[in-house]
């Protein structure tokens, strides 16, 4: 059982949000950052979300089977509706979803959004950014100095919406009692280090509490981007 809580914030530069996450009553945690021009990143993150979680809702008895087709099937979606409007031409969306199932925790990610876990004081990635930098420049060798100034920093390398062959990558989580879960966009992690995103999570407090602290945090770093949380707490 988990407690949830959640909060999304346009930043200090941006004037839209194209980020857009959910938190369902049936076990499904799931973030998106989207892109595209006009209103289009919104309209996709908002989609491959709403369209993961029907697909999940309407599943029998999810697993991670299920959660691989409801990523496939975001993707469909976004794909189709950017086919058959002009204005949407070019959108996607990252996305990065847990689901509950039994004693484990399910993870898809597809992007740069990511999923940490909070645990005595250490805060660890679960998933691995598909982005130009992680795939590319680190196996080139490049120094992080350089990949943090790269002119590909920004490059994904997958993303949902942007090609029928989707990648998804999976991971299993096994909670235990008041280890934390967050679901991150790219406006926190990309703004500020792992080491104040655990600071700000550990000690007592709400979920609330530490999600309103994340996005304070990154706004006083300059808030370049959209900023969305989401916090688990294993009960």
């Not at 697993?63 to 794909?79: G, I, W």
């Not at 609330?208 to 996005?215: D, G, S």
Request: proline share 5%; charged share 20%; hydrophobic share 40%.
């Amino acid at each position: 059982m988990l407690e949830a809580f959640g909060l999304s914030d346009p930043g200090c530069v941006r004037q839209n949000n194209e980020d857009f996450y959910l938190i369902s009553p049936n076990g499904a945690y799931i973030v998106a950052d989207g892109m595209g021009g006009a209103q289009a990143g919104e309209h996709a993150s908002k989609l491959a979300v709403e369209t993961v979680a029907s697909f999940l809702e309407n599943a029998p008895s999810p697993d991670a089977e299920t959660l691989f087709q409801a990523f496939r099937q975001a993707n469909l979606q976004v794909m189709k509706e950017a086919a058959s409007n002009p204005e949407l031409e070019g959108m996607g969306t990252t996305l990065v979803a847990a689901l509950e199932c039994g004693p484990e925790l399910l993870i898809a990610s597809v992007g740069d959004s990511r999923v940490y876990v909070y645990d005595g004081g250490e805060l660890t990635s679960v998933t691995e950014d598909q982005t130009w930098v992680n795939e590319v420049g680190r196996r080139l060798g490049i120094d992080e100095a350089s990949l943090k100034t790269h002119p590909m920093r920004h490059v994904l390398t997958m993303a949902i919406g942007v090609s029928p062959e989707l990648r998804v990558h999976s991971y299993t989580l096994h909670p235990h009692p008041g280890e934390l879960f967050l679901l991150s966009s790219d406006g926190l992690h990309g703004v500020i280090d792992a080491g104040v995103i655990a600071d700000t999570l550990s000690g007592n407090g709400s979920l609330q509490a530490k999600c309103e602290r994340l996005i304070d945090a990154a706004k006083q770093a300059g808030g370049p981007d959209n900023i969305t949380v989401v916090l688990l707490r294993a009960q």
